[in-house]
């Protein structure tokens, strides 16, 4: 059975004038280049020189056709960036699923792979909050793969009005090995907006230009 499968590739108002939680306006994010329809911001944290993103778009349908995507785990290289592959090693618990996830870096970058823990939780107004943190260091390393570390995000699906819904993502984590952290930076902003870029455009998504 598939399952869920929740990574990090890899957040004021969007295209519907909603303004998610998970969008912030405070000074110490800037604004990254992207399409009008995505929000994307980003800020370097104090404490370990990491870049932290945050990314909003709105999609067609409700928070569970998101959902659904994650479980068709064939599918994430269509859509997530830089993702070769992604591998549910286990469900703990109920919506609780130890994820394994390879990605695809630019030579001469070597690939990197990383492990994850995702929590779904669902609230009775519809919204729905997925939490990944990371299990990396729990877990063999992988021939050929640097290991990603500090690994965290948080998805957010906010019910919208006409048949959308507020897609909200926030997350952070550290290439390691020896790539420089402007390039590990730039790679992230990078992968994000075509993430973002490619759920708008699969035909489930797909938001119709107001008339």
């Not at 778009?57 to 569970?64: D, F, N, R, Y």
């Not at 070769?84 to 703990?92: F, H, I, K, T, Y």
């Not at 050929?144 to 507020?166: A, D, I, K």
Request: aromatic letters at 8%; proline letters at 7%; one cysteine or more.
């Amino acid at each position: 059975m598939q399952r869920l499968a929740v990574s990090l590739l890899f957040l004021v108002s969007i295209a519907s004038g909603a303004n998610p939680t998970c969008l912030t306006t405070a000074d110490t994010w800037q604004q990254a280049k992207a399409p009008s329809t995505i929000q994307l911001y980003y800020r370097t944290l104090p404490d370990s020189g990491h870049l932290e993103v945050t990314a909003a778009t709105e999609l067609s349908g409700q928070p569970e056709d998101f959902i659904r995507l994650l479980r068709q785990t064939q599918r994430a290289p269509e859509w997530m960036a830089n993702v070769r592959s992604v591998e549910v090693l286990s469900e703990p618990e109920p919506n609780v699923d130890i994820v394994h996830t390879k990605l695809n870096a630019p030579w001469p970058v070597r690939d990197r792979d990383m492990v994850t823990r995702s929590t779904i939780k669902r609230d009775p107004d519809g919204h729905i909050h997925i939490q990944v943190t990371d299990l990396g260091q729990h877990y063999p390393q992988e021939t050929g793969f640097v290991r990603m570390t500090h690994v965290r995000g948080r998805w957010q699906l906010t019910p919208g009005s006409s048949g959308t819904f507020n897609l909200c993502y926030r997350g952070s984590g550290s290439a390691a090995g020896r790539l420089p952290q402007w390039l590990s930076n730039n790679l992230l902003l990078s992968a994000m907006k075509r993430t973002f870029t490619r759920l708008r455009e699969l035909p489930e998504f797909s938001v119709s230009p107001a008339a």
